[in-house]
């Protein structure tokens, strides 16, 4: 089984929440190629074993996704100290590791009242991880279609939700300060990529910037304009790493040195 077939499973297995659920990451920039307004590149995606889905944490989901999951094949695998504790939902080594997380926004402090670290939660029977800056990847979804013509061996067409490519670039920026040096470069990798798919649509991203994703950050947009202008003033090393990362392509830093400013 290869990780589309994997993926296929998955797709299957969460069918009732679709419109609840938001593919997210890799996978996330992955599907946003699938789009028809995207170029279509003549390199692969950056490979990511885990699937990252997000959700919002107030509103209500029905039903037991974590039994649906295991009807379908995947286990769950726990860990941490956490209360409930962290948990991938994979098939193992069936397919290499291919796994599933859930990710929710983290809000407040970080902090319980009891003091312990507010980090995971349980909904709908599956632990979920509380991550910082995730509220913007739910703000107005792309909808992608999939099925064996995009090479998901489905058995009929689904749709589902995938993290808007703006949101996608947005995070990305946010999250830096959390991340190790060698996911801020591939951060910048995604965000690069992410402009090379739609670069015709550089305008309505910019529309959408002031209508929808400002208003949604709040006081943060500032600082994704600051932190765009930084990340991509100079050939640095994180931009150098990143231009290393893509094996199927010779990327110059210069090149993913293009800067990403909403205006």
């Avoid at 061996?153 to 300060?177: E, G, S, T, W, Y």
């Avoid at 550089?202 to 202008?229: T, Y």
């Avoid at 790493?241 to 205006?263: C, G, H, K, M, W």
């Amino acid at each position: 089984m290869n990780d589309l077939e994997a993926f296929a499973r998955l797709v299957q297995a969460l069918a009732p929440w679709r419109q609840q659920l938001i593919f997210i990451g890799g996978w996330g920039h992955r599907l946003h190629r699938l789009d028809p307004r995207a170029n279509r590149p003549g390199y692969q995606p950056v490979f990511t074993r885990d699937t990252d889905l997000a959700f919002a944490n107030k509103e209500p989901i029905e039903g037991d996704i974590k039994q649906a999951l295991m009807g379908h094949g995947f286990q769950e695998e726990l860990s941490g100290d956490h209360r409930p504790p962290a948990a991938h939902y994979t098939l193992g080594d069936e397919v290499g590791g291919f796994y599933a997380e859930f990710l929710t926004p983290l809000a407040g402090s970080g902090r319980k009242r009891s003091g312990e670290a507010d980090a995971t939660m349980t909904k709908a029977g599956i632990s979920a991880q509380k991550i910082r800056h995730l509220d913007v990847l739910l703000v107005d979804p792309w909808v992608i279609s999939l099925g064996p013509q995009e090479g998901v061996p489905l058995p009929a067409r689904a749709d589902v939700h995938v993290a808007n490519p703006l949101c996608f670039m947005v995070q990305k920026f946010l999250i830096q300060q959390y991340r190790p040096a060698n996911k801020r470069a591939q951060d910048v990798l995604y965000i690069y990529d992410t402009i090379e798919l739609f670069g015709a649509l550089l305008d309505e991203f910019n529309a959408h910037w002031h209508a929808s994703v400002v208003p949604a950050l709040g006081g943060l947009a500032d600082e994704v304009q600051k932190l765009s202008a930084q990340t991509f003033a100079e050939v640095n090393d994180m931009v150098r790493e990143a231009a290393r990362i893509p094996a199927d392509r010779n990327l110059s830093p210069e090149q993913s040195e293009r800067p990403v400013r909403p205006s």
